[in-house]
Structures are given as C-alpha cells and as structure tokens.
C-alpha cells in the first residue's frame, strides 16, 4: 500500500504548476485540432475533446494556486501587502473550490485572491472531460454494435 505524504502531494502540485503556460497552450492547440478535424469529418474526436478539458482545468487550477498566493513562502501578510491590501485575519482556504480570502480592502472587505474566473472555468473544463468520456464510450459501442456506424 502506498501511503502519500502531504509534502509530496504539495510538491506535486508544485511542479505541476510550473507548468501552468504550457498547458494552456495545450488546451489551446488541442481546441483548434478538434475544430479542424470537425470541420472536414463528421464524427466528433470525444477523447480529444477530454483531453482539452483536462489540459484546460489543471492550467487554469494551477494558474489560479499561483495568483492566490498558495505557493508564497512568506506570510500572509507580505503577500497582502503586495497586493496592496491590508491584512486580514486569516480566514480559510480551501483547495477546491479555490479559495484564498486573506486581505481586506479600504471598506474592510475581505478579498480573496484567486481571481473570479477560475472556478467556473475549471468546472468548464471538468465538464469537458466528463463529456468527452461519456462521448467515446458511447461511440465505441456504436460501433462495436452490428448495423452501427462502421457498417454504413
């Protein structure tokens, strides 16, 4: 039985979002394959799609870790002051959704640095795997089926 440590899971995490830019580019490539290859087939590639989808959800999550402020080594404190906020006391992060709630602004507001934009998008592209999943696997039983698509 492998038992992973907290330490090794952050520093997987870590390095995967060192590579945050590459995949989305990837994601990016990926989207334009699939809609050239729609344009002359008339068939969907479903497991492209999920790749996109998964590409697109781990650039987006780790590009979010890294805007929050998850990865900075020092306190809170300094991060908020670089943000040009003041402290706040700390309140909860959570990983998923991700959250990171730890400055305050002139209204006493608290902010949370990980912007706006990436939770929905990373459900976006969760939903994106999850279809391109459900969408292979029944295309592949179409086919396998007598009388399905490979017959015509």
Known sequence: MVIIMPEALFLALFVISLSSPVLGIAAVALVVHIVITMAWRETVPWGELGGAGLLGALA?????MWSGGFFYASGYTDLCALERYDSA???SSTWWPLRHPVCQDESGRVV???PAFVNPVLHLGIALLVAGVAGAVVSRRRRARPGGEASR
């Open 60 to 64: 987006v999550y780790t590009s979010g």
């Open 112 to 114: 949370d640095l990980v």
């Open 89 to 91: 006391p700390r309140p």
